[in-house]
């Protein structure tokens, strides 16, 4: 009776080569990589503006001179306004000046000296115009302080009476200018003034005529009188 067949299947895929006495044991297998931390981003802050351009400055060479503003000079601590200071210099040239202000003087001059010469003197000077006229010659006032009288009217106004002579000195008959009497306060200010004539407007050689005149409404202040020829007669 013949035996049994026994079938035995193999992969050769599969198949490890017998192990090998002599050989050292396998490494373990190596352990996985540790995780790296994820890098940190800071955030910018939102103020800060970007930094401008360099176009092609170095690090040695000058900054432009818009890049930051001038330096301001802090004043110097030990000065003070209050110090003592040299005096101005003085004009480079005054004699220049001193020309200009003699030529504006001379030109000043000029013109009033021509506008009096013109026109006259004004009126509210002085000496603009004579009070009296000169004396005339051959005549002669006689106005005694005597028979001068001021007096205070009823109705509180004040008069003056004037009494005077006037003669004819000479020895060829004279004509009798017009009289001006003249009121003064006690400070010497003229106050009131008036015109009389004569009763005689020519007067022979040796001849007198007197001369009686009432002025009313006279101020109150005046207490002195004067007379003499009137100006431009």
């Keep these: 009776m013949p035996a049994p067949t026994v079938a035995v299947s193999v992969n ?13 044991p396998a490494a ?18 939102e103020d800060v503006p970007p930094t401008p351009p360099s176009f092609g400055y170095g690090d040695d060479a000058p900054a432009p001179s818009w890049a930051a503003p001038a330096a301001v000079n802090e004043p110097d601590a030990e000065y003070s306004s209050f110090a003592h200071e040299p005096p101005f210099r003085p004009r480079r040239n005054p004699a220049k000046m001193w020309t200009v202000v003699a030529g504006l003087v001379g030109t000043i001059a000029v013109g009033l000296i021509g ?49 005077g002579t006037v003669s004819n000195v000479s020895q060829t008959a004279r004509s009798v200018p017009p009289i001006l009497i003249v009121l003064r306060d006690a400070r010497g200010r003229v106050v009131y003034s008036a015109e009389v004539r004569s009763p005689k407007r020519v007067l022979a050689p040796g001849e007198s005529a007197a001369i009686n005149e009432a002025l009313v409404q006279v101020p109150k202040a005046a207490v002195k009188a004067e007379f003499g020829w009137k100006p431009g007669s």
């Design 115 to 163: 506008a009096t010469a013109w026109w006259g003197l004004p009126d509210w000077m002085p000496f603009a115009h004579p009070l009296f006229a000169e004396a005339q010659p051959g005549l002669k006032l006689d106005f005694p302080a005597k028979q001068q009288d001021r007096h205070q009217l009823p109705d509180s106004t004040w008069y003056f009476q004037a009494s």
């Design 12 to 24: 050769f895929d599969r198949a490890q080569p017998p192990a090998d006495p002599a050989a050292p």
């Design 28 to 45: 373990p297998p190596a352990a996985p990589p540790a995780p790296q931390p994820a890098p940190v981003v800071e955030d910018e802050p």
